[in-house]
């Protein structure tokens, strides 16, 4: 009997027809039932005369599928059963009160990502050492790509492509002559066959990052191109969408990000946009989280199909201080997928200190959000993590991992920003039910000492934070009007927890 | 034969009435006469029966004198001599250029202030430290008020008072009750009578400062109050008004603030702000610079008495990087009086580093504006820079120094924000005339290297500047594309200098 874990993947796979194209000319459709759900999923051709059919079940217990369509004259049928998850499979991340996430059995999930680019696309090595980074614990959320990129230290051919075809010659290309526009003449691709090297890749790496715990933001489509794949016709963009979704539903830990810099693609317009949406709504039967990431212009984060806002900041002083306000406005959780990287580059958004990378994840964080993590140090290789992976250089990633374990002890789900004083950021827990918890995070203020009231006759256990030494030191219990103090240094907490009354 | 150099101080004193209020009830007036002017200014009451009109004259040549008024039943005359200014003289600060200040000799003034509130009010030993500092050439400017003190950290009662009376006791006064909201009962003063030994030691600090070549920036009015005197009637306020015209114009460093987080004396309407406006500019003959600087909102800076802005930040993230809209929404020389000061108290506006306060000094002056400094460390004596003066524990006045030697070695006068990329502030000199001058500045950013494109067939000097360390470094002579490199570390800059044709 086949058994599969609740939230794990199940496929069908069949011989089918490989006369004509069928990529194109033959269809594969699964439904799967269950005591608690019938779900309903497109496959999708894998090449060497192979179709599959994927499913994430919901529920245990027993399952049937049947497998039809025209790849093949006869429909499949079989049995399997949904056996319990095994530990650290908690289902996919869910909105889960407006403005959190948790995972589908009710675990918070503290958002704390980071993004490399294009490391599925990058040799063995740099794929093992990017996941033997991971592995660390220091980010539960990574944003990558499907296509390959074309951008400053990005001129190198990815192991794969995603067509049958070939591409345009590489080199004569430099950072000196680097351009956004670029005619895509030179390339030569069939738009209708997919080369199914180039997404067992993602796959594989989709199915490692879920052993680590690790969301996959998958970036659908983006502008760093020379191949064209950012202008495709409209009939293209919907067979790569459909067939997108037909391979990594299934996987648990997928979500959805629509584009990168969505608003500089510039050949596609909102309703391009609206339709892809749209068949990620109508064919994801899982609804795996959506967005949609801005290089310039926020999206509207108001549309329906949206769970969240993935954003990139917009000033260069000001950004995720603004999290309580997009709160407000776009009522979704808010996530700074990019706030420039820790590194040195000559570029303003890649050459942030550790510092100041993770003040800005904290101020989010404590503002009722969450942020984005990058790195991009010169290297000899030419190997930044931002887009390739590799090895992590920079000083922010353990503080990240750290800042991970302070939000996981907030009490219910989530923070919001509190009252406080200007010259604070006050993080309380963002239920009603769960009052009498907050941190006040000084930021790159260096307070020597703070002052509190509190009312009469409640005692308060407070705590100094060091956000960047990453300790948490007791500070004792106090009543009325106290003082803490601090060392002076920037990037300090306090944290006071109300003591239960003594009977 | 009388002496006095040009924008010198020349006093005429004469013993007068005695009986009733002479601060009231006697009036004294001056007429000044030279070839180019003819000056009138109002003189006051200083004790003891002395009464005193000052002149600053703007001319070399042979004057005359005419003193007349109620104090007197006689007029006097005499003559003097203006010589030319001796060295350092360089007469008072003017607007120069919309956006910049001259002194009055044509030599540019780049402002690089700080404040000091009550530094006068000090005991003898405290103000000579204060001196001392000063006399090390950090400022250029230092902002201070005629009114004693009353906040944390300054509940001591000032050496002297303004007027005749007694002050509420202050025994029992700690930062733990401290509040904004008296009712300054406890209190007897009467205004009608000024204490002008309170007076002489403002002046004998004025005088010291212009010694040193730094502008007196004197805060007339503020509502840091436990005495009533930022609650006075209308009448008192004009009588003290014209008292600190009459005592102070003569000084060529003094700039006119008129109070200190105005918005924040809840007594005065706007009405009244623009009454003490319209009596500075009838009385100071001089036209000195004139100001008003807010706590929250900024007072309305395009009124045509106000000569430059001096703003306090209104956000904590970004402010001096408005610099170059408000240069635009105002067309007046934009001068952050206060950006948050270098520090560890408790409050967020007292304790940013070295490093964020000369940040915010040089995006502002990059920008096109100018910056003010300000200094609250912790320490047992409790004597804080920003309100004492006393010592200075801080990284950054030597930094703010050498900001300074940058800022003079500007081509013309001033800078304003050229064209640059999103992650610079690139300033080049406010004349058109003045190309081939440009100042790169990375601020937090840390490039590795930066690339510069220009016109081929011209040469350009680049300068690493590092604006912490305090050292300019020669990079060499480029053409067309060149890459300067940098070391990676942030409050970097690249200065470029186009070098003359060679023939």
Chains 1, 2 share one sequence.
Not at 228 to 240: H, I
Not at 384 to 408: A, D, Q
């Amino acid at each position: 009997m086949n058994t599969v874990e609740k939230w794990g993947l199940f496929e069908v796979s069949a011989k089918g027809k490989t006369d004509g194209n069928p990529f194109t000319d033959y269809t594969i459709h699964g439904v799967f039932r269950g005591k608690n759900e019938t779900v309903e999923a497109d496959g999708f051709y894998d090449g060497d005369g192979i179709y599959r059919v994927r499913f994430m079940p919901s529920f245990t217990g027993a399952y049937t599928y049947e497998i039809t369509g025209t790849f093949s004259g006869e429909t499949l049928t079989g049995e399997f059963t949904v056996t319990p998850p095994t530990e650290g499979n908690h289902g996919p991340v869910r909105v889960a009160n407006t403005y959190h996430f948790a995972y589908e059995d009710g675990t918070p999930y503290y958002s704390v990502g980071t993004t490399c680019y294009v490391w599925t696309h990058q040799p063995e090595a740099v794929r093992r050492q990017t996941l033997e980074e991971l592995s660390k614990g220091y980010f539960n959320k990574i944003r990558f790509c499907i296509f390959p990129k074309h951008y400053i230290h990005n001129f190198r051919d990815p192991e794969t492509f995603p067509y049958e075809g070939t591409p345009v010659d590489n080199s004569n290309l430099s950072e000196e002559t680097f351009t956004y526009h670029v005619d895509f003449t030179g390339n030569d691709w069939d738009f209708t066959r997919f080369n199914p090297e180039h997404f067992r890749r993602i796959e594989t790496c989709i199915a490692e990052l879920r052993g680590l715990g690790i969301e996959a933001d998958l970036i659908i489509m983006h502008p760093y191109d020379r191949w064209g794949f950012s202008q495709m016709s409209r009939e293209a963009d919907d067979l790569y969408w459909q067939y997108v979704v037909a391979r990594f539903s299934a996987f648990r830990n997928v979500w959805w990000s629509l584009a990168n810099e969505y608003d500089l693609l510039r050949a596609k317009t909102l309703e391009d946009w609206e339709r892809y949406a749209a068949i990620l709504c109508e064919k994801d039967p899982y609804r795996h989280l959506r967005s949609i990431h801005n290089c310039i212009a926020f999206y509207d984060y108001t549309r329906p199909w949206i769970t969240h806002c993935s954003m990139q900041r917009q000033d260069l002083y000001r950004h995720v201080e603004y999290t309580d306000d997009f709160r407000t406005r776009y009522g979704k959780p808010v996530v700074w997928d990019e706030i420039a990287y820790e590194g040195n580059i000559d570029m303003g958004w890649g050459n942030i200190s550790g510092q100041e990378l993770v003040r800005r994840f904290w101020e989010a964080s404590m503002r009722g959000g969450y942020a984005g993590h990058g790195e991009t140090f010169v290297n000899p290789e030419d190997i930044l993590w931002w887009s390739h992976g590799g090895k992590l250089h920079g000083e922010s990633p353990e503080r990240i991992r750290f800042l991970h374990t302070i939000l996981c002890q907030t009490p219910g789900l989530g923070l919001k920003r509190g009252e406080g004083s200007f010259d604070e950021t006050v993080a309380v827990p963002e239920s009603p039910m769960m009052q009498g918890y907050e941190i006040h995070y000084y930021g790159f203020g260096r307070p020597s000492f703070r002052d509190f009231q509190k009312t009469p006759g409640e005692h308060w256990h407070a705590e100094v934070i060091d956000t960047w030494n990453m300790t948490v030191t007791d500070a004792g219990v106090y009543s009325g009007r106290f003082r803490i103090a601090l060392p002076g240094r920037e990037y300090m907490a306090i944290r006071l927890t109300r003591l239960p009354e003594s009977t």
